[in-house]
């Protein structure tokens, strides 16, 4: 096919589409409407209904709301019908009693393990600190931190503490 004969389909293709919008789509045949004064219709009974029933008969005017209401609430029982959508946002069940699972709260115990660890952490630099300023200043003694105070009591001498060793006197040097 050539470019020619392309344009031309593509032409003659858009022109019938465009006069098909133009003319008013058939109309179709209209449906029976329901005459109020015909009487009910005959319903089967309601522990018969399934899913494939034929509800139709239930929205007769003539028949009763109560009837029309248990009609449909036995075909929504159905378990097509009672599928949760995964995506809907409010489907979890916020009564429960204890909504923090087992599993969860242990990981929370261990958080405060760790947040314990990094407050003996803390102290522990604060006292090597301490250690080295009184090292490099040479008093006797020993400087608690203002920000962590310690939890172990410590028993001081009037005795200086014995000379530190060699790494830690370069240390303090430099």
Same mark, same amino acid.
């Given at each position: 096919?050539?470019? +020619?004969?392309?344009?031309? @389909? ?7 589409? +465009?006069?098909?919008? +133009? ?5 179709? @045949? ?11 219709? /005959?319903?089967?009974?309601?522990? #018969? ?12 005017? +003539? ?10 609430? #036995? ?16 489907i979890d069940d916020y009564s429960k009693?204890?909504?923090?699972? @087992? ?5 929370? #115990? $261990? *958080?405060?393990?760790?947040? $314990?660890?990094? #407050? /003996? ?6 006292? /090597? ?5 009184? *090292? ?22 009037? *005795? ?15």
């Amino acid at each position: 096919m050539t470019a +020619k004969e392309d344009k031309e @389909a593509f032409l003659s293709r858009w022109s019938r589409l +465009k006069e098909e919008t +133009k003319q008013p789509p058939p109309q179709k @045949a209209p449906e029976k409407a329901v005459d109020p004064r015909a009487p009910a219709p /005959e319903l089967p009974p309601l522990d #018969k209904l399934t899913f494939d029933s034929d509800y139709r008969g239930f929205f007769h005017p +003539k028949v009763d709301e109560g009837m029309r209401r248990a009609a449909l609430k #036995k075909l929504f029982t159905d378990p097509r019908f009672n599928v949760m959508d995964g995506l809907d946002t409010y489907i979890d069940d916020y009564s429960k009693s204890d909504p923090i699972p @087992a599993a969860m709260l242990a990981g929370l #115990k $261990q *958080a405060q393990n760790i947040l $314990q660890w990094a #407050k /003996e952490d803390t102290e522990k630099r604060n006292k /090597e600190e301490a250690e080295r300023l009184q *090292a490099k200043e040479g008093t006797p003694q020993a400087l608690e931190p203002p920000a962590a105070p310690s939890t172990a009591t410590e028993v001081q001498s009037d *005795a200086p503490d014995p000379v530190p060793a060699a790494p830690d006197a370069r240390r303090a040097g430099s």
